[in-house]
């Protein structure tokens, strides 16, 4: 049995759609906290059939080295990083490393990135011609000067993005909005019209740390995302606002930033979310998908929900 904890029954309970694609659990690893997939699953106890997705490290079209140390840096409460979207390039990704994944397991989603349109194009045609079952576009990244940062804040670039990826692919894209723009919800409208399915919302926000002897910043990049439980309510915010333009469409959103525990998934679902990412806490319990699960599937029963998705959008806000 691959989850011990939970029955047939408590496991049905968990399924849940995701732009077409079946999630066995409403979980998602994050991209950039699990690698590409393959080598998580080392990790003892640890099985791909907890969760419903597992997102890839962040692609681009040529490989890159990523930024210089250091790279990571521990916050209170969570952690700041500038790893540069180190990765080997779409084409290694495709041919090696996807070949290496069991997609009987969970659900795989890419993440692009690029520093054109152009280069977003590529990458997502790179992907359309492989067995990846969805496309996270990364629009958000914020450690990529050259246009992370201006894409993902920006509605109109950000459309154009989704445009350009929509062209060549008709497996389902999921935009992945940053928190560091002005109005989330205006970003999301524009990204749907130009035919996005679905949405990861938050990206980090981004911070920075100080060496007070060398008065220098402690992250190469200088700046840095953060990630983890203090970004965990003005994540909840997002989601909310993102999911008042996405509900009368029924695009679904992974809800994401700093989820520790079955408490904070449920608190994602109920602002909107159809799946909840997990990324930082992965670093101190590799195996916490598996209590999130249980914990979710207890407080269901506790409340009479016979399916996680009754949970989705059922926040009831105070008048
Ligand atoms: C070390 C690290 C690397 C990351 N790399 C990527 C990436 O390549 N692409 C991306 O879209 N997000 C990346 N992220 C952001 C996470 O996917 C996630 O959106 C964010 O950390 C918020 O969730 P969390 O608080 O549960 O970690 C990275 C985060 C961390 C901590």
Request: aromatic share 6%; with cysteine; proline share 5%.
């Amino acid at each position: 049995m691959t989850n011990p904890a939970l029955s047939n029954d408590d496991l049905a309970m968990l399924a849940t759609d995701f732009c077409g694609l079946n999630f066995q659990t409403p979980l998602s690893l994050l991209s950039g906290c699990v690698g590409f997939g393959e080598e998580y699953t080392r990790v003892k106890g640890y099985s791909n059939r907890d969760v419903g997705a597992v997102c890839l490290k962040g692609t681009t079209l040529e490989p890159r080295l990523g930024n210089k140390p250091h790279r990571v840096y521990e916050t209170p409460m969570g952690m700041l990083n500038a790893i540069g979207l180190q990765n080997p390039g779409a084409r290694h990704v495709v041919d090696e490393i996807l070949p290496t994944l069991d997609f009987n397991e969970t659900r795989f989603i890419a993440n692009l990135s690029g520093s054109t349109i152009e280069e977003y194009a590529e990458v997502a045609r790179i992907f359309d011609d492989s067995p990846i079952d969805a496309m996270e576009i990364n629009i958000s990244c914020p450690n990529v000067k050259e246009g992370g940062v201006a894409f993902g804040n920006d509605p109109d670039m950000s459309a154009r993005v989704v445009a350009a990826c929509r062209k060549v692919t008709k497996k389902p894209i999921i935009t992945k909005l940053s928190p560091n723009q002005t109005d989330i919800a205006e970003n999301a409208r524009r990204c749907i019209e130009a035919g996005t399915d679905g949405f990861a919302v938050i990206n980090t926000l981004m911070g920075m740390a100080i060496d007070i002897e060398d008065r220098s910043p402690i992250i190469g990049n200088n700046q840095g995302g953060l990630s983890g439980p203090a970004i965990k309510p003005i994540a909840l915010l997002k989601v909310h606002q993102v999911y008042q333009v996405c509900r009368g469409h029924g695009i679904p959103i992974i809800g994401q930033g700093g989820v520790t525990t079955a408490e904070d998934a449920i608190e994602f679902l109920i602002a909107g979310a159809t799946s909840v990412g997990v990324g930082t806490a992965l670093f101190y319990d590799p195996l916490v998908c598996k209590k999130i699960n249980a914990g979710i599937v207890e407080y269901l029963k506790r409340h009479d929900m016979s399916t996680v998705s009754q949970l989705s959008g059922s926040l009831q806000l105070n008048t």
